[in-house]
């Protein structure tokens, strides 16, 4: 697992356990006070879009509900016919590339077709949003990314 250290100033502030993130994704959760700062994996320059995203419960969020953003960037080597797998996704997924929304993928299959990419660096923007049952009940129901992540083409 690849470390990420989060320092607060101020007695009593901020989180209260080193949360863990793997892959090569970033991933931001926003919201202030119900959520987790700006997190980013360690090793930025792993080929691999999988890498081992976990629930945010294992990441010691079991009551955190909204959304949490996972970013990455990947290269196309020739122009073609690119299809987006995201695997299994807790709850809702919207996907981005480039700054080009997509589509809003709420249930399974959350696989969608990107259109034809040009070659060179595109960067993914995927937002994972979960049920506020988590937060209100205290659901600790499995929330986020889990993958496997992958691309598709069609030549």
């Given at each position: 697992l690849n470390k990420v250290r989060v320092e607060t100033t101020g007695k009593e502030q901020g989180i209260k356990e080193i949360p863990y993130l793997c892959g090569s994704f970033t991933c931001e959760y926003r919201y202030g006070h119900l959520s987790f700062p700006f997190?980013?994996?360690y090793?930025?320059?792993e080929d691999s879009l999988n890498g081992n995203l976990l629930p945010?419960?294992?990441l010691g969020y079991p009551t955190f509900s909204g959304t949490a953003t996972y970013?990455?960037?990947f290269?196309?080597?020739k122009t073609q016919e690119v299809w987006l797998d995201l695997g299994r996704v807790e709850d809702i997924a919207s996907v981005r590339v480039d700054d080009k929304d997509f589509d809003v993928l709420?249930?399974?299959p959350y696989i969608c077709n990107l259109g034809e990419l040009s070659?060179?660096?595109?960067v993914l923007t995927i937002e994972v949003t979960?049920?506020?049952a988590n937060r209100i009940r205290g659901a600790k129901l499995a929330s986020g990314l889990l993958g496997p992540v992958t691309l598709k083409t069609i030549s």
């Amino acid at each position: 697992l690849n470390k990420v250290r989060v320092e607060t100033t101020g007695k009593e502030q901020g989180i209260k356990e080193i949360p863990y993130l793997c892959g090569s994704f970033t991933c931001e959760y926003r919201y202030g006070h119900l959520s987790f700062p700006f997190l980013k994996s360690y090793n930025e320059k792993e080929d691999s879009l999988n890498g081992n995203l976990l629930p945010w419960d294992a990441l010691g969020y079991p009551t955190f509900s909204g959304t949490a953003t996972y970013e990455r960037e990947f290269y196309i080597e020739k122009t073609q016919e690119v299809w987006l797998d995201l695997g299994r996704v807790e709850d809702i997924a919207s996907v981005r590339v480039d700054d080009k929304d997509f589509d809003v993928l709420p249930w399974p299959p959350y696989i969608c077709n990107l259109g034809e990419l040009s070659i060179g660096d595109h960067v993914l923007t995927i937002e994972v949003t979960n049920t506020n049952a988590n937060r209100i009940r205290g659901a600790k129901l499995a929330s986020g990314l889990l993958g496997p992540v992958t691309l598709k083409t069609i030549s």
